[in-house]
């Protein structure tokens, strides 16, 4: 099966700017781009059955979606390589079959049916940290272009597929990686252990440093910097989403609850993040990715 990117469509502001995002990305990847759009009839068609010869209002509806995005694609970029499709089913329940086939899926942060103050809907939600992959949530409104991808790095193996994806992102754009790790003292830390500071500290660094080094040794053109320090971990994530064009981070970290898919961090970052964020899950049993040699 042809590699490609799925970018899921109906119409909205930020659908056209998620679908930017994946045509671009798309070209960079050299693979080729699945233009969705989910027919939900629940909420709209419930006692309308179409015709055989006649297609629904929803149908004509969706191919006219599909129609216009595709267009919108090529003219942004003629060598990008199209295809769409009209799917019957809610807009998780279709993206989420989606991805099983894409090497990325990316989704607008909220559609026609979003609240005109929320942020962040229902469907991206959904899909973050639920899907295996990668999935990018994308604003509207963002245009600048500040060449840096920032990623979040913490000390479990949920990391590590969002290191992957980053690493490969800043490849992919020749451009540099920055390595977020906020760290916080343990909730049983007491005072009078304040010499153990820089012990504490120092391991901190050690353990990012372990966590990059294996990703820096199969991508050794990407320049990376890391930026380790005590604070909390979304405020700073959110700040240094301001001047990057790519915030990756994986699906839930440390403290996370076994059975709780997205975390509490990626879901802040998700909802206030400044601009596309990536949610990264692995697509293996395990999220461990390569390491450094030892020898």
Not at 182 to 202: G, K, L, N
Request: proline letters at 5%; charged letters at 25%.
């Amino acid at each position: 099966m042809t590699e490609s990117i799925a970018v899921g469509t109906d119409g909205s502001a930020a659908a056209t700017a998620a679908l930017e995002w994946a045509v671009d990305d798309a070209v960079r990847r050299g693979v080729s781009l699945r233009i969705v759009h989910a027919m939900d009839r629940w909420p709209h068609d419930l006692v309308e059955f179409p015709a055989p010869a006649r297609p629904g209002r929803l149908a004509c509806f969706g191919e006219q979606v599909l129609t216009e995005a595709a267009k919108a694609a090529t003219e942004r970029r003629p060598d990008v390589r199209v295809t769409t499709e009209l799917i019957e089913g809610t807009p998780s329940d279709v993206l989420c079959g989606q991805a099983e086939t894409a090497i990325e899926l990316v989704v607008g942060n909220r559609g026609l049916g979003g609240f005109a103050g929320s942020l962040l809907g229902s469907v991206p939600v959904r899909l973050a940290g639920h899907v295996r992959g990668a999935v990018v949530v994308v604003r509207q409104g963002r245009a600048e272009a500040y060449g840096e991808v920032v990623v979040g790095v913490d000390g479990s193996a949920e990391c590590e597929p969002a290191l992957g994806f980053a690493f490969e992102q800043a490849a992919l754009r020749g451009c540099g990686l920055r390595a977020v790790y906020a760290w916080q003292m343990p909730h049983a830390f007491s005072p009078e252990a304040a010499e153990d500071t820089e012990e504490i500290r120092y391991a901190q660094r050690r353990m990012a440093e372990e966590r990059l080094a294996g990703w820096q040794e199969r991508f050794p053109a990407v320049e990376v910097v890391s930026e380790v320090t005590r604070a909390r971990p979304v405020p700073t994530l959110l700040a240094a989403s301001a001047r990057a064009d790519l915030l990756v981070v994986g699906s839930r970290g440390l403290g996370a609850v076994g059975s709780v898919l997205l975390g509490s961090v990626s879901r802040e970052v998700l909802h206030h993040a400044r601009g596309p964020v990536a949610v990264v899950r692995s697509t293996r049993s395990t999220g461990r990715g390569p390491r450094a040699s030892s020898g």
